[in-house]
């Protein structure tokens, strides 16, 4: 029997030892050197944990961003609630989208694994939960609300976002080098999910460069410190 992919799943069984509002009042403590704009999403990001091995690229040494506060909410939320909920680790980012923008639409894997099981798990911090769409087979955006702050979306389906809320909204996403597995698998049996229909061809624009070219790391990130502004 063929298994069905499931483009959204909502999480209501994830217990995270730390509050949410102090996880976020510690994000929103970063320094502005640790925000960088990639220009593929069209979006700000930091890094919260580099999962990657030295010599691989990334952001900082492998472990928590060193900016973070040692055993601070943050580093427990992710170390005790959301690696042991996902059976491993894997490089954790957050998204940072200010009010009437977005990400661009894209692929979070490469183009020949759109339609497969890529799960990403999100972590929504602040801001509207009704932001999200996919692309279906016809090519129509799907909007997608869901029911919880943390919920998994299939990187390898079309995607984007526009945060039409009045607040910037913070999104923890947990991808690469964390792959499927059986603890993970147990853990969301039963709980909700949204299917939507995978489109038959490939944008270009979905495509991001790095999966091309093999690269790693910041890859062709563009710097943009020195014109970020507040907008928390």
Not at 188 to 211: H, L
């Amino acid at each position: 029997m063929t298994k069905e992919i499931k483009t959204c799943i909502n999480i209501n069984n994830l217990d995270i030892p730390a509050l949410s509002e102090d996880v976020l009042a510690e994000i929103l403590a970063l320094p502005d050197s640790e925000w960088y704009y990639v220009k593929f999403h069209g979006g700000w990001i930091a890094g919260l944990y580099n999962d990657r091995e030295e010599g691989q690229g990334g952001w900082f040494p492998k472990g928590f961003n060193p900016c973070l506060p040692k055993d601070g909410a943050v580093v427990t939320a992710i170390r005790d609630g959301v690696f042991p909920y996902m059976g491993g680790s894997g490089n954790v980012t957050l998204i940072r989208t200010p009010p009437d923008a977005g990400l661009n639409d894209h692929l979070d894997s490469t183009p020949e694994e759109m339609g497969t099981d890529q799960p990403k798990f999100r972590w929504v911090l602040q801001g509207k939960l009704e932001t999200m769409y996919f692309f279906d087979k016809d090519m129509n955006k799907v909007n997608f609300t869901p029911n919880s702050d943390t919920y998994i979306v299939n990187g390898a389906h079309p995607h984007g976002m526009y945060n039409s809320g009045d607040v910037t909204k913070y999104t923890m996403c947990l991808g690469f080098p964390w792959k499927d597995n059986e603890i993970y698998q147990k853990n969301i049996e039963g709980q909700e999910s949204f299917v939507v229909s995978i489109p038959e061809t490939v944008r270009e624009d979905w495509v991001d460069q790095r999966f091309v070219h093999g690269k790693v790391g910041l890859g062709v990130t563009e710097f943009k410190n020195d014109e970020l502004k507040s907008d928390s």
